[in-house]
């Protein structure tokens, strides 16, 4: 059973720094892209940041120049470093994982549970 487990969540001022982190167990055979959504209230859920098993990153515009990704891949872990965090970045915060589960070069999306990340003014 993969399973993928985040923390780092919680309730920041603006301005204020948070550092989420999201570690895949289970039976794992590969990992390729991993990513960090998020989900406001009233809102789709949208991509805020992703990075290729090679390193290669893609990030939103609204978070460009303020939020980091960043994986260990001896740890299967993938993280979110967020600064001079605003009220608008308010959201639940998913992390995203593409998984070979066995030899079968098929890679299943697999999703944590979402952390709540609170930015107050």
């Known amino acids: 059973q993969v399973q993928l487990v985040e923390s780092g969540g919680g309730l920041v001022q603006a301005g204020g720094s948070l550092r989420l982190s999201c570690a895949a167990s289970g039976r794992i055979f590969g990992i390729n892209d991993m990513g960090w959504y998020r989900q406001a209230p009233g809102k789709q859920r949208e991509l805020v940041a992703a990075?290729?098993?090679?390193?290669?990153?893609n990030y939103a515009d609204s978070v460009k120049g303020r939020f980091t990704i960043s994986r260990d891949n001896a740890k299967s872990t993938v993280y979110l470093q967020m600064n001079s965090l605003k009220p608008e970045d308010t959201a639940v915060y998913y992390c995203n994982a593409g998984i070979m589960k066995d030899y079968t070069p098929v890679y299943f999306p697999y999703w944590g549970q979402g952390t709540q990340v609170t930015v107050s003014s």
């Open positions: 990075i290729t098993s090679g390193g290669r990153t």
